[in-house]
């Protein structure tokens, strides 16, 4: 007993390591257990397997396919029906969705079960991203600091969404900060071993998504700042050679990643539909602003379907879609959406861990990193934010910023430090900060999507700042379902859900709920069949998802609720006497 508590004692970091790593794997799995397939998700699942069947990286190009194979390769054993009917090739197209709908409809509700061990298959990833914010805080900060960047990782409620789901957010907030690591660890001992793992990062960031394209100019800017902050105004020509190797090791890692499909195409071979790309009148009929110039006979270095998804990333917000915010809707966004979206969906304990960890950094010369190193950790997140945060087309998702969350969980991770120095008067408020974080979180797991913190109202108060994704993405069907098992006397219930599935998916029978324009009621009141309804929270505040949704059942606020499927679908009992608007 005494040699168990002796081992114990000599190991325990990496038994807590090993626990919070595991209990991180399991809340992810519980998420893909419980959550129904949700919007870009169904369009995902089956764009990757058609990387894995035909070579082939159209499908959602718009973002790299790294997280959608490694969410798809369990399809490969699982040997889902396929239907690759209705893909289409036009400039304009998205067949991904109607190939996501096809890959349901064949498959019906056994769907929900691919759909979960794909879901299982990026779990893994997820917990190498704990894994790296433990490494380096630990290496910046010591062991307290590490212990807490990986705790603020492994139970903050986007990251086990969004590690849940799939999607590339995640994936790249692993990656990303993965990059960041092997890259500061090469500054700080430029050897070749570290050239070597440093541009495998750089490659694996890459084919995430394609927000970390801006590595590429970052890097050298921080190798600059690095030198000069240590005082060496000259880059020794080994150094140089090493940068070199690592930008275009992380280069030909991200068109191995796609096959070398198209590599090397001539720029002016391609056909854009952005305006920054393919000249003023782009948006509708395709061009390219660089024929007939010197640029055209560029070869460019990147796969084209890697070129082109960011072409259509960037039509997209060169339309403009309809954002949500503080109750306001609009076409367009606002440059502070994403700042105000982390304030609200951020645990408060991770945030004042994060202002303290500034405070102290201010004030104490023992909680503060060197200059050149502080860098590195925090240029790449602010960068993520100015570049997301000026794309005003539309704004709707937090994740889109989620790359940026492992960087600032390391730097909050510095007020640890106070139990290396044993400062008992700060170390207390930091155990404290990381205790309510955990626990703000796990209060509404498994529904960590949904999350919104106290200030903000807890997911009950959060339509009044943010819907779409930050709150109903179409994740509650299966919560729905659960509920109806429970009331078979509301089968079949009127149902308004927002969602690419259908709830026949999910075994929900259904009807539908009548639309009334607030301004068509005006002083009459439509008549509502006595019964059970249930209505999206996007539709019950009149979420303008696409251009021509119109607001009809925001009139269901003024019915009293009854119940929720989890946070994203509110149910309503309507008795005969309440069987018309009041």
């Known amino acids: 007993m005494k040699q168990l508590k002796q081992l114990l004692m000599a190991h325990w970091v990496t038994i807590v390591i090993v626990l919070m790593l595991g209990v991180h794997c399991l809340l992810l799995g519980r998420i893909a257990v419980v959550n129904a397939p949700v919007y870009d998700e169904i369009a995902h699942l089956p764009s990757g397997l058609s990387h894995w069947r035909f070579g082939n990286f159209s499908l959602y190009r718009v973002n790299p396919p790294l997280m959608r194979m490694i969410a798809s390769l369990p399809l490969l054993i699982s040997a889902p029906a396929e239907d690759w009917n209705g893909y289409s090739e036009g400039a304009y197209a998205r067949p991904e969705f109607a190939v996501g709908r096809r890959f349901l409809d064949k498959n019906g509700e056994r769907s929900f079960w691919h759909f979960t061990i794909a879901r299982w298959a990026q779990i893994s990833v997820s917990a190498l991203g704990g894994w790296i914010c433990y490494c380096w805080a630990k290496a910046l900060f010591g062991t307290s600091s590490g212990l807490l960047a990986l705790a603020l990782w492994c139970f903050d409620p986007n990251l086990l969404a969004w590690g849940a789901t799939i999607t590339p957010d995640a994936g790249a907030a692993t990656f990303g900060v ?9 500054l700080k001992s430029p050897t070749w071993a570290n050239v070597a793992i440093a541009g495998l990062a750089l490659g694996l960031a890459e084919l995430t998504k394609s927000t970390w394209i801006l590595l590429f100019a970052l890097w050298p800017l921080i190798g600059l700042i690095w030198r000069f902050s240590n005082r060496n105004l000259e880059i020794p020509k080994p150094k140089l050679i090493q940068l070199g190797a690592i930008l275009i090791g992380g280069l030909y890692l991200l068109n191995m990643g796609y096959g070398f499909e198209k590599s090397f195409q001539r720029l002016g071979d391609f056909e854009f539909i952005s305006q920054t790309l393919g000249g003023p009148e782009a948006n509708e009929t395709p061009g390219n602003r660089f024929r007939g110039t010197l640029l ?5 270095p990147v796969p084209a379907n890697f070129l082109s998804g960011m072409d259509v990333q960037k039509y997209d917000f060169e339309r403009g879609k309809s954002s949500y915010l503080r109750g306001e809707t609009k076409k367009g966004g606002w440059w502070y959406y994403y700042l105000y979206a982390m304030a609200v969906k951020t645990p408060l304990g991770t945030i004042a861990l994060f202002g303290l960890a500034i405070a102290l950094a201010v004030s104490r010369a023992d909680f503060r990193m060197s200059f050149s190193d502080a860098v590195v950790l925090l240029l790449p997140a602010v960068t993520v934010l100015i570049l997301v945060s000026s794309q005003t087309g539309f704004n709707r998702y937090l994740r889109y910023v989620l ?3 492992p960087f600032l969980f390391i730097f909050a991770s510095s007020a640890a430090k106070a139990f290396e120095l044993r400062l008992k008067s700060i170390a207390i408020p930091v155990a404290a900060c990381a205790i309510v974080a955990v626990i703000g979180s796990l209060s509404v797991f498994p529904h960590s999507m949904s999350y919104f ?10 339509p009044r700042h943010l819907l779409d994704a930050n709150i109903d993405w179409g994740q509650d069907l299966l919560e729905l379902k659960k509920f109806l098992d429970r009331h078979p006397e509301a089968r079949p219930i009127h149902l308004a859900y927002f969602g690419y599935a259908t709830p026949g998916h999910a075994g929900i029978e259904f ?7 607030e301004s068509e009621i005006g002083l009459d009141v439509p008549k509502l069949e006595p ?6 929270v996007n539709h019950l505040y ?10 009809a059942y925001t009139y269901f606020q003024r019915f009293e609720l009854f119940a929720k499927a989890g946070y994203s679908i509110y149910i309503y009992k309507i008795d005969p006497e309440q069987a018309v608007v009041p």
Do not use: C, M
């Open 403 to 405: 790359p940026a969350y």
């Open 453 to 462: 913190n106290l200030a903000a109202g807890g997911p009950t108060g959060g």
């Open 531 to 536: 019964g059970w309804y249930a209505v999206s």
């Open 178 to 186: 993965a990059a960041g690591y092997a890259f500061w660890r090469w």
């Open 542 to 551: 009149g979420y303008q998802h696409y251009e021509n949704d119109k607001p």
């Open 511 to 517: 009807e539908e709920v009548p639309q009334y324009l």
């Open 296 to 300: 055209a006979e560029i070869p460019v």
